[in-house]
């Protein structure tokens, strides 16, 4: 076994690699619609989070916008205040669940060279949203530290 499949087995062993997403994400999140202004998303961003799930009636998951997305519309040329959410949002964005473990999370956000992603029920309805920063959070509640 190479070093690194070392590290991962101690860390999935650890107190830490116990965790699920559902014990580290923010429950508290910023959703929007496709018909909400990139201006008022770029509010919410300065407010939260950096990227702003996008949701139907439903508060089922159709998109999200980040900071990359509102910058890209900038460099366009485009004006923020006569954007929508669903001109510029990246569809069907990676997602987890509450159940989903915290080193299958490390992998999704390393290997997708993601922040955060949307955390979704097991109907696809938006509950919450975690981030990088929630599992360093979480190993060093984990480690005591």
Do not use: C, W
């Not at 999935?12 to 909400?36: C, N, P």
């Not at 961003?45 to 980040?66: A, R, T």
């Not at 992998?107 to 992603?117: C, E, K, S, T, Y």
Request: charged fraction near 25%; charge should be negative; avoid cysteine.
């Amino acid at each position: 076994m190479n070093a690194v499949a070392e590290g991962r087995t101690a860390l999935r062993e650890s107190k830490f690699g116990h965790l699920t997403v559902g014990t580290i994400m923010e429950m508290q999140v910023q959703s929007a619609t496709k018909d909400t202004g990139a201006e008022q998303l770029a509010s919410y961003m300065m407010d939260g989070f950096g990227s702003v799930p996008i949701v139907d009636d439903q508060n089922k998951l159709v998109g999200i916008v980040s900071e990359f997305d509102l910058l890209g519309a900038l460099r366009k040329g485009k004006k923020l205040e006569e954007v929508m959410a669903g001109e510029i949002l990246t569809a069907n964005p990676i997602s987890v669940t509450k159940d989903t473990d915290v080193m299958t999370l490390v992998d999704v956000l390393q290997n997708n060279h993601l922040i955060r992603v949307p955390v979704l029920d097991n109907k696809g309805s938006l509950i919450g949203i975690v981030a990088r920063r929630d599992l360093l959070r979480g190993y060093l509640q984990a480690s005591g530290s």
